[in-house]
């Protein structure tokens, strides 16, 4: 929320949602809980208030009464859900909860809450808000990624590994290279990430995208500028248009949060498969209690490739979730297509967010287990050389047979310093 307001929102009802089944993203989460939404939602509101006072529309003291009645303001939010369900989302309850808290602070500024806007303006604009905060910190997970990364690749640039496709021994290749190669994967999604969630705008259309109760409240001129100052407050870009059924913005992050989510997939994937038993290349960092098992003692399961990949396997569905909701926004006002919209990119959100901490710490502590990486080269022997030998019918050393690898690593790294990360 903008400072100034500080609403509260009591913890859920027994048997509401607390993330039990989710472990990929407890305790990552915390910019798109329900508390996080519901101070986006009061942050929306606020904000309609101040860009009309800025454009000297409203009083002063509507804005400072706003300001005073949200800082006092508890609300439940199992109490707002329950209620939403009357109207089908959580602004018109909001609402009725809001307006009489303004009201007693001052009753002449109660009538400029909501002034003019309908409930899709608010539930957009906050999930925008909330988008670019969860963006945000995905973005400094990322970038703890690429600097963990980095920096094995560097010191592995030249450890000679068997390279493998379709699960079987090909050529040699160097784990500098699969490191430099993940970073840069991330990094790509990672700019993906930034552009999709700086261009969110807010959204303020009215009843049904036209403007017109601010044509009719403060005349074409003002109503025109009214959208820019209103995401000049939040920090939002600035809408084109009023796009209640065009979800390009929504469908744009979702198809980076998707990107992100499939760039730590692959290595969360890679990382499970070297840290097999019979193949032990790789050791996640250890903390206590993480990767026991409940039956087998000797375990040591990589449990945090384990959640990257969960997130990975999920993270596809809910951005053809936003895809498909955006194909059935119709009318001025789709008719359940938006409704369906906010679980999913909530989700989408949390699974992204988990996912990105999770390969933070993963990339900061991995190790590569050379002994093991010699003992699985040796495994095809002069095999592995096959491709030289029909080539040049001669054969080396595998690391007289690794190409360019150690040029692209230094050439990723390159690009990296040059990077602000």
Known sequence: MTSGSRATARPSSSGSDVGLLEPVSAGHDAVVSDSAVLEALLAAERALVRAAVALELAPAQAAAAFDEAIAGLEIDAAELATDAAAGGNPVIPLLSRLRPAVAAVDESAAEWVHRGATSQDIVDTALALISVRAAAAIDAALGRTVDGLAALAAEHRDTVAAARTLGQHSTPTTWGLRFALWAEAVLAARGELREASAALPAQLGGASGTLASFVALYGEEAAA????????????????????????????????????????????????????????????????????????????????????????????????????????AVDERPDGAWHSEWPALRELLRLALGASAQAAELSAGLRVVPERVAANLAISGDELLSEQRKLTGRTGEPESYTGLAGAFVDRVLAGLSQEER
């Open 225 to 328: 500028r009214l959208p820019g100052a209103y995401a000049a407050e939040l920090s939002l870009a600035a809408p084109q248009l009023p796009w209640h059924v065009t979800r390009r913005p929504f469908t744009r992050l979702a198809d980076a949060l998707v990107a992100v989510v499939d760039a730590l997939g692959v290595i969360g994937s890679d990382v499970a498969l070297a840290s097999r038993t019979e193949v032990g290349e790789l050791i996640e960092p250890q903390a206590p209690g993480r990767g026991g098992s409940s039956a087998m003692p000797h375990k040591r399961n990589p449990i945090l490739s384990v959640l990257i990949r969960s997130a990975a396997l999920r993270a596809p569905g809910l951005g053809a979730d936003l895809h498909r909701a955006a194909a059935l």
